[in-house]
């Protein structure tokens, strides 16, 4: 007889209920929407059948922002109104970005926290919520085509993004009522959409050259696990200016003759659309009119536009060598990813295989490959797979750590671990009664706190009163999924606990991260020293002060002039030194001074053991002995 199989309580006995979940590219310059659908990762459309949403939104009109080509078409009248490449200003104070908001005309306000806004026509609005309107609608256009709501999505950040630049991407998916699943990031997207993850193995680059950045990575992948290796690049080369080249040479044919904003924007857009078409063509007319009251054409061959765009693509390479090099490999790369519109130039493809001698993978469409990979991974992550043992990791890019006395570093979760982790360390007090801690939790590689950068203060309070160095305060740092950072601490004699989920007031360049990976290493020994002084300045402080309150409590009644001078004369000496830079002369004279205050210390030991002792009834200590 066949045995039936009967469902649980409450479980469904259908078969495994596929979920909708979605990938999607936030790009500075596009945005796209993927989901997985009868086991291939395909993007979603709009109606018109177009793949790609501009990354722009104009606010012109209060009631209804524009996003996407609309917008873009309202770029030339409306230019302080239509906001185009903010992924840039993501989760950055209006400080640090200033420099870019001038180049692209907008009117910035400083925010909560100094961060960045854009004021508008209808008001002023956070980079979070312009990318939540672009964001919108692609969870409409997904709504609409997989005919129900959204289970789960992954996003994609760049490789560099840091903690508040991630948190403020998923601040901008939680505006529109998107679960974000998980963050991820660029290269490692595009990798999982060629399939890399399936090896066993493997260094990948993942060269990605958009229409206004260009972004180097080197991923190792090992046990299913993609490392970031290395990130570089140049936030400020990308196809505009491959556009901006071939608008100046245009120009040049023509007699250089002055135009109006109107006229050059339109000779711009001839030429990129002049660019992609050279991607196919070996030559082109570029199509003059609206630029030159007379009209007409010029004709651009491939040959032209290469050496015009020569310089740049080089730019692209030394900054590839760089990359390498901070890898620090030692075997060579396996792999090269191309992503991004701008790596269909033929130039650009022939340049990079030839620098990494070998052919790049160019298979999948650069625009689209990163919303694929992100796709492939939330399907996965919603439970469509039930073999889906792939769950890809990432790390964090600097480490992370607490500020501890003398302004010293102690790294908590050092840079390039994989994420998800949490890592916990026990400090304690450094000074007798103290309540309260003050937690100052910071990110960088350089052993000193002014060095690093500061990420956010907290307070434990609660401590019961102790002698110095006998609370336990138990310090973890938890890293989710998406590289979000919360720091609890928690006192463990009490349990008194406080905790605080990081949410930065900026963000860093990738830049500014590099610069404070290479002023790491430049400092290495300068800091070591730094380190070992401050390190000893507070052992010399401590025991200054354990003895200031020892022989104020027994000093008269234990010890006899003479031996009190034999450790206050020491004492001033060491005040003193503590105030300069001498290293090695605060440690003798610490070593000494612990030496000499040493019978001091064993005739109170003594005296506080009579003394508990006395306290005791003859009864107590006749309990005492029975136990
Ligand atoms: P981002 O990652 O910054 O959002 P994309 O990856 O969408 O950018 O790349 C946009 C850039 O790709 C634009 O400069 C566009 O002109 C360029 N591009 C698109 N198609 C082609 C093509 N066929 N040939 C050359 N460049 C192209
Ligand atoms: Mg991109």
Known sequence: MALLNIAEPGQSPLPHQIKRAIGIDLGTTNSLVATVRAGSAAILPDEKGVMMLPSVVNYTDAQMPRVGAGALALAAQHPADTLMSVKRFMGRGSRDAIGDAQRSHYRLAEGEE????????????????????????LHKRALATLGGEIDGA?????????????????????????????????????????????????????????????????????KGVFEVLATGGDTALGGDDLDAALAEWVLQQCGSPSLAPGQYRQLQAAARAAKERLSDEVAVDLDLTGVLPSGGAVRVTREDFESLIQPLVKRTLGACRRCLRDAELDAGIDNIVMVGGSTRVPLVREAVAEFFQRPPLVDIDPDQVVALGAAIQADILVGNRPDGDLLLL???????????????VEKIVPRNTTIPVSRAQEFTTYKDGQTALAIHIVQGEREMVSDCRSLAHFELRGIPPMVAGAARIKVTFQVDADGLLNVSACEEITGSQTSVTIKPSFGLTDDEITTMLQASFSHAVEDKLARQLAEQRLAGWQLLEGLKSALAADGEALLSEEDREAITVPMTELRALLE?????????????????????????????????????????LDDEVMQ
């Open 114 to 137: 100094g961060l960045v806004r854009f004021m508008t026509s209808s008001g002023e609005r956070s980079p979070v919520e312009v990318s939540a309107d672009i964001l919108r609608v």
């Open 394 to 408: 990432d790390v964090i890019p600097l480490s992370l750590g607490i500020e501890t006395m003398g302004g010293l």
């Open 580 to 620: 300069g830079q001498d290293t090695d002369a605060i440690r003798t004279l610490t070593e000494r001074l612990g030496r000499q205050s040493e019978t001091f210390a064993s005739r109170r030991m003594d005296k506080s053991i009579r003394e508990a002792l006395a306290g005791m009834s003859l009864d107590a």
């Open 154 to 222: 992954v996003i994609t950040v760049p490789a560099y993004f840091d903690e508040p630049q991630r948190q403020a991407t998923k601040d901008a998916a939680t505006l529109v009522g998107l679960r974000v699943l998980r963050l991820m990031n660029e290269p490692t997207a595009a990798a999982v959409a060629y399939g890399l993850d399936s090896a066993e193995q493997g260094v990948i680059a993942v060269y990605d050259l958009g229409g206004g950045t260009f972004d180097i990575s080197i991923l190792r992948l090992h």
